[in-house]
T-cell receptor
């Protein structure tokens, strides 16, 4: 069966520090991968998606970047965190694109102070 | 911008009652999905209904889709305390996106 992992689960970082969040998927090959951010009490905002190694699409201009160095690994990064980067970050995968069913990781809660 | 808009924003019911949540959207879709999120956790996929379907069932869940009105409803029958969660509709767009609404917070009191 397929599983998706995210770490860390919780992170507290000072403003201006770098960020690296990792997501890995097991039990499937060539998944579509997604990074979302969820503000408190809100829906999900798509940040990045990837259909293959090295292929990244950005949905919103921002202080973050994403990379996919391996087929089942998706990394969210920042060189200098802003207060507004605080939130709940969710990674997801799908078998196909086209807005089909997505399977979510447990999330990383980021607090920037 | 968000595509789906859930209604109500919050719903509180007694255990055993039915819960109905609605979702409206604005553009053409490939499918519409419902997800559940327990507090502080990731989302769990509940059900997917395609644009050429009108109704779908899964256990205690019933989903309807009216593409002429661009709306969907999720009915949870015989609710349980464990159904307490946030529920999100998401529209599957042609391409690679799911666009999520802001969600309905459901509280089931025992």
């Amino acid at each position: 069966s397929q599983t998706i992992h995210q770490w860390p689960a919780t992170l507290v970082q000072p403003v201006g520090s770098p960020l690296s969040l990792e997501c890995t998927v097991e039990g499937t090959s060539n998944p579509n991968l997604y990074w979302y951010r969820q503000a408190a009490g809100r829906g999900l905002q798509l940040l990045f998606y990837s259909v293959g190694i090295g292929q990244i699409s950005s949905e919103v201009p921002q202080n973050l970047s994403a990379s996919r160095p391996q087929d089942r690994q998706f990394i969210l990064s920042s060189k200098k965190l802003l207060l507004s980067d605080s939130g709940f970050y969710l990674c997801a995968w799908s078998v196909n694109g086209g807005g089909e069913t997505q399977y979510f990781g447990p999330g990383t809660r980021l607090l920037v102070l | 911008s968000q595509q789906g808009e859930e209604d109500p924003q919050a719903l509180s019911i007694q255990e055993g009652e039915n819960a109905t949540m609605n979702c409206s959207y604005k553009t053409s879709i490939n499918n519409l999905q419902w997800y559940r999120q327990n507090s502080g956790r990731g989302l769990v996929h509940l059900i997917l209904i395609r644009s050429n379907e009108r109704e779908k069932h899964s256990g205690r869940l019933r989903v309807t889709l009216d593409t002429s009105k661009k709306s969907s409803s999720l009915l949870i029958t015989a609710s349980r305390a464990a159904d307490t969660a946030s529920y999100f509709c998401a529209t599957g767009q042609y391409g690679n996106k799911l666009v999520f609404g802001a969600g309905t917070i459901l509280r089931v009191k025992s």
